[in-house]
């Protein structure tokens, strides 16, 4: 009886951590590529990122796997909005290693980030402990987590639900926003209207879905102007953008289609 007490205590409090991480931790990383990746940049870019710590093991196959299809399933609707970030736990595996693991498994390091995470940058303590597998999904401006696996759970179903959650608040934060663009699709010409009158300065950048920046310009605002247009340009080629508006009080990050 005392030993199904503890156990108890221990299923309580362990539930308690993951249910307090709703907000995500920032961290800088240089993946294996050499790229530097900042997770709240991705994030105000509009992605969702999904965090997949492993040693790698065994164990930790059926999880990454799931997660890495479940990111998957949303390429070809939402092209680079779903980021895989696959990540050492304590930055003891060479990426060589991580990435031959994740290739043997079935998971092709061309559609995801592989991190050595040498100094444990991405400090997975962060997000309610140490427990391999461990999976995370991240989304939105406001950094919110909406899913974390610590332990391992093969549960692409619930990834799936939590990927679809961060969808759904997305385009509820845009419809409630600041800012609004229309129209979209479009061949050239962006409108944006705000709907805060004290606004006076906007940088308006067009981006790709890997976050560069292909477009920018800075545009004086007035109470009795508040409407302005962007124009995209003939050299934009066609295909899925974001246009981040920001001013010294706010960022909104909006994706548009060039037709």
Same mark, same amino acid.
Not at 176 to 203: C, E, G
């Given at each position: 009886?005392?030993?199904?007490?503890?156990?108890?205590?221990?299923?309580?409090?362990?539930?308690?951590?993951?249910?307090?991480?709703?907000?995500? /931790?920032?961290?800088?990383?240089?993946?294996?590529?050499?790229?530097?990746?900042?997770?709240? @940049?991705?994030?105000?870019? %509009? +992605?969702?990122?999904?965090?997949?710590?492993?040693?790698?093991?065994?164990? *930790?196959?059926?999880?990454?796997?799931?997660?890495?299809?479940?990111?998957?399933?949303?390429?070809?609707?939402?092209?680079? +909005? =779903?980021?895989?970030?696959?990540?050492?736990?304590?930055?003891?595996?060479? *990426?060589?290693?991580?990435?031959?693991?994740?290739?043997?498994?079935? !998971?092709? @390091?061309?559609?995801?980030? =592989?991190?050595?995470?040498?100094?444990?940058?991405?400090?997975?303590?962060?997000? %309610?402990?140490?427990?391999?597998?461990?999976?995370? =999904?991240?989304?939105?401006?406001?950094?919110? =987590?909406?899913?974390?696996?610590?332990?391992?759970?093969?549960?692409?179903?619930?990834?799936?639900?939590?990927?679809?959650?961060?969808?759904?608040?997305?385009?509820?934060?845009?419809?409630?926003?600041?800012?609004?663009?229309?129209?979209?699709?479009?061949?050239?010409? !962006?409108?944006?209207?705000?709907?805060?009158?004290?606004?006076? /300065?906007? +940088?308006?950048?067009?981006?790709?879905?890997?976050?560069?920046?292909? +477009?920018?310009?800075?545009?004086?605002?007035?109470?009795?102007?508040?409407? !302005?247009?962007?124009?995209?340009?003939?050299?934009?080629?066609? %295909?899925?953008?974001?246009?981040?508006?920001?001013?010294?009080?706010?960022?909104?990050?909006?994706?548009?289609?060039?037709?």
């Amino acid at each position: 009886m005392k030993k199904n007490l503890l156990f108890v205590s221990f299923l309580l409090f362990f539930t308690n951590i993951i249910k307090a991480q709703t907000t995500a /931790t920032d961290f800088t990383a240089t993946d294996c590529g050499g790229a530097v990746r900042n997770l709240f @940049t991705e994030l105000d870019n %509009g +992605k969702i990122v999904l965090l997949v710590w492993v040693e790698p093991c065994v164990g *930790c196959i059926s999880d990454a796997k799931a997660a890495y299809d479940a990111a998957q399933s949303f390429a070809t609707t939402y092209p680079g +909005k =779903v980021l895989f970030w696959l990540s050492d736990d304590v930055g003891d595996t060479p *990426c060589s290693t991580l990435f031959s693991w994740a290739q043997t498994n079935n !998971i092709p @390091t061309a559609h995801i980030q =592989v991190f050595g995470n040498i100094g444990n940058t991405i400090n997975e303590s962060n997000y %309610g402990g140490i427990a391999m597998p461990h999976v995370v =999904v991240i989304g939105n401006n406001s950094h919110q =987590v909406y899913l974390n696996i610590l332990g391992g759970a093969n549960d692409g179903v619930a990834i799936t639900a939590a990927i679809n959650q961060a969808m759904t608040n997305d385009i509820e934060d845009i419809e409630h926003s600041t800012f609004s663009v229309y129209p979209s699709p479009t061949k050239d010409i !962006i409108n944006i209207k705000t709907n805060n009158a004290q606004l006076s /300065t906007l +940088k308006i950048e067009l981006l790709d879905m890997l976050g560069r920046c292909i +477009k920018t310009d800075i545009v004086e605002m007035s109470s009795s102007n508040n409407s !302005i247009s962007f124009p995209i340009g003939n050299e934009v080629t066609e %295909g899925n953008y974001l246009l981040r508006c920001s001013s010294n009080k706010e960022s909104q990050t909006i994706p548009i289609i060039k037709s």
